[in-house]
């Protein structure tokens, strides 16, 4: 019913109601309770990444809690990190309105939000907040990994980039568990140029070099688009590697359009979803063959389910993401995800999420068609 309602919402408006009640309920004991309410996670599903320690390999992908203001509620929802943003330097509102269409027949989302921000200062404001109340809230579960994703202001010029990332990787890094350098948004003027490798290589060096002086240097993850071609991606694994980031997050939405039945379909924007799945999942695979399973790929685009965060996994992704299925599966998805996941490591004979982490290459070497 709830679904209904909001559903008869323009999205966005629908996603502001949602964000209100969630922090609303968030300033109150009901996440705790709920915490305490719902089943520890499958120990199966606890992960040690970069070396922190996830509950369960699911987070929430990042553009949900832009402000960090919904952290309590989305732990308590059972996502074991949350990637909060992205965030600017200086806030900016975004595009005009409407910019975010649901597709129904796609079980996808389009938009073009455009980094609508409150910029760094509010962001950090609000992690500290989390840091001294929120965390002590639910103290009675693992509180959730913190991602940080990372993004430049609309006015400042492409060559310039690089000091906006700087400027928000110094206010928020040392707030974060681990932060995301996103070059991948497709509505932001010219941002994935940043993939190319001469502008890559500052970005990368000068960020890496900042993250050397803090007293805990944090991982750093470059957030990827899911529609470069192969030799490109090449490129961007040989200037991560070179300046030592620690993994990759793949991938942001898409700007190809295949078959899509919704009358929404001809917007303008990065779509999301299901339609994403299979070049999302082509991406962490490629990533994966790129540096041989050494770095950690945070897997995105696309999940629904289970399988479809199995798939992922099976592909090469350390831990996996989701938004646009929140939207359709509504809140209690990622607790049934988590449940049927834990079930089909145990069929497949897994006793941990790394041993299934790339699995389908592991399978394919071993063939004896290979
Ligand atoms: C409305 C909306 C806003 C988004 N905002 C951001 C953002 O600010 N930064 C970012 O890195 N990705 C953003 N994304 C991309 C998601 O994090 C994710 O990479 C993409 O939607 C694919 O995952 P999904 O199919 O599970 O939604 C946004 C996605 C949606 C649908």
Redesign the pocket.
Known sequence: MIKLLLFRLD??RA?KLTSALLRAAGATPIPGFIGRLVPPDDPILATECVGLHFANPLGL????D?RAALIGPMAAMGFGHV?V??VTPRPQPGNPQPR?FRLPEDA??I?R?G?N?PGMLAVAHNLRDWRRNGRNRRAQRTPPIIGV?I?KNRATALERATEDYLAAFIALAPLADYV?I?I??PNTPGLRKLHERAALDELLGTLAASNRQLAQPRSLFL?VSPDETPEQLAEVVQSGLAAGIAGF?A???TLHRNDLRSARAPEIG?L???P??AR?RAVISQLYTLTGGQLPIIG?????SANDAYGHICAGASLV???????YGGPTLPYTLKHELAGLLRRDGFRTIREAVGSAHHTLLESPLA
């Open positions: 999205a966005e996603h992908a990042a553009g949900f832009k990637e943003g992205t975010m996808a989302l938009n939000l980094f921000s994703n993004g995301t996103n991948s948004s957030k997050v991938t942001n939405t990065g999301s979803g299901q994403l799945t999302a995105v685009g696309g999940i629904a993401q989701l938004y646009t299925g929140l939207i």
